[in-house]
């Protein structure tokens, strides 16, 4: 993932860089971005099924989210495909492959399915997922 300063012409890198892979320094495929105001860059590794924080300055990542193959578990992803933060720091991923928007909360650790979607042939069903 790359940064430009505006003007400049040589970019930064600020996550990845070190080559396709599944390590600390690596990612598969990046398909989603967001940095706040820190600098700290949060990018969806859609092939290792993994979300990946690189705070400003790291030369390597971690992993925040899945990072524990591909599947449908709370703790899983299946090509995650963006992200986003609300104002209360929650995380909301795109989990593509298992057509599911989740919300982890970092701080705590947790993580809940708010919807599926569910794709027929010339369908597209919204299912929202009760909350308790």
Partial sequence: ?????????????????????????????????????????YV???WNDRIMRWPKGVTQGSVIVGGNGEGGQSNQLNWPFGLSFDRHGNLYVADYGNHRVQKFNIEFKSAKEICRVDLGVGTLRLKETPTP
């Fill in 1 to 41: 993932v790359m940064k430009w300063v505006e003007g400049a012409k040589p970019g930064i890198a600020v996550a990845g860089g070190q080559g396709y892979g599944n390590g600390l320094t690596q990612l598969s495929c990046p398909q989603g971005v967001v940095v706040n105001q820190l600098g700290t860059a």
């Fill in 44 to 46: 969806a590794d859609r």
